[in-house]
């Protein structure tokens, strides 16, 4: 089956404005996890979504990130006034929950944000 | 979620077995052990994880210790096509809210 896609899959824009990057998990699964990504890091951690509800953001850096998954399936993260500093590969994953099987996380391909 | 300490990276000779040590000495009891890697800009993929017995799958194989402060990955027949960035991952299994915690991981680099 389909697996875990995000759109765009790379996005250029000027500094202050905004983008919304979407994730669209694989069919059934009800957790939602969005990772930001630098050049040669690790994913780290952003927000967490079980269902709708936003379960965990202690990892949104500040108030200009938000996310939302209003139906419980396809969610947005929003970054409004972008600054250079937002440039990176921005991840999305979901995994069955975390009652049903072992939590395991499939990961999408991303979307590669450069803000100039 | 307990620290890991993996070797920033390592060799391996094409076919041959790779073997990726882990070190979680802090380790909890309700934790458990994954592994995950990065080929290139891919996304992580989910190799493989345990509690306490060693486990095998037909990606690879885990070896943790009787005392769960280190474990090691096993590629046993190691191809080009596994060469990528291997993170070791220690989690509680929660019942929400599992974020993986990537550290630095292993890069593997698989010569012919």
């Known amino acids: 089956g389909a697996g875990v896609s995000q759109s765009p899959r790379y996005k250029v824009t000027k500094r202050g404005q905004d983008v919304a990057l979407r994730c669209d998990p694989i069919s059934g699964h009800v957790s939602l996890y969005w990772y930001r990504q630098a050049l040669g890091q690790g994913p780290e951690f952003l927000t967490y979504?079980?269902?709708?509800?936003?379960?965990?953001k202690s990892g949104l850096p500040n108030d200009r990130f938000s996310a939302e998954r209003p139906e419980g399936s396809i969610s947005t993260l929003t970054i409004q006034r972008t600054e250079q500093r937002d440039s990176a590969m921005y991840r999305c994953a979901s995994s069955l929950g975390e009652n049903r099987g072992m939590g395991t996380q499939y990961f999408g391909p991303g979307t590669r944000l450069l803000v100039l | 979620d307990a620290k890991t300490t993996q070797p920033p990276s390592m060799d391996c000779a094409e076919g041959r077995a790779a073997n990726l040590p882990c070190n979680h000495s802090?380790?909890?009891?309700?934790?458990?052990v994954y592994w995950y890697r990065q080929i290139h800009s891919q996304g992580p993929q989910y190799i493989i994880h345990g509690l306490k017995n060693n486990e095998t799958n037909e990606m690879a194989s885990l070896i943790i210790t009787e005392d769960r402060k280190s474990s090691t990955l096993i590629l046993p027949h190691a191809t080009l096509r596994d060469t990528a960035v291997y993170y070791c991952?220690?989690?509680?299994?929660?019942?929400?809210?599992?974020?993986?915690?990537f550290g630095g991981g292993t890069r593997v680099l698989v010569k012919p």
């Open positions: 991952i220690v989690r509680v299994r929660k019942a929400a809210g599992n974020k993986l915690t």
């Open positions: 979504f079980n269902y709708e509800a936003q379960q965990d």
């Open positions: 802090t380790i909890s009891g309700n934790e458990y």
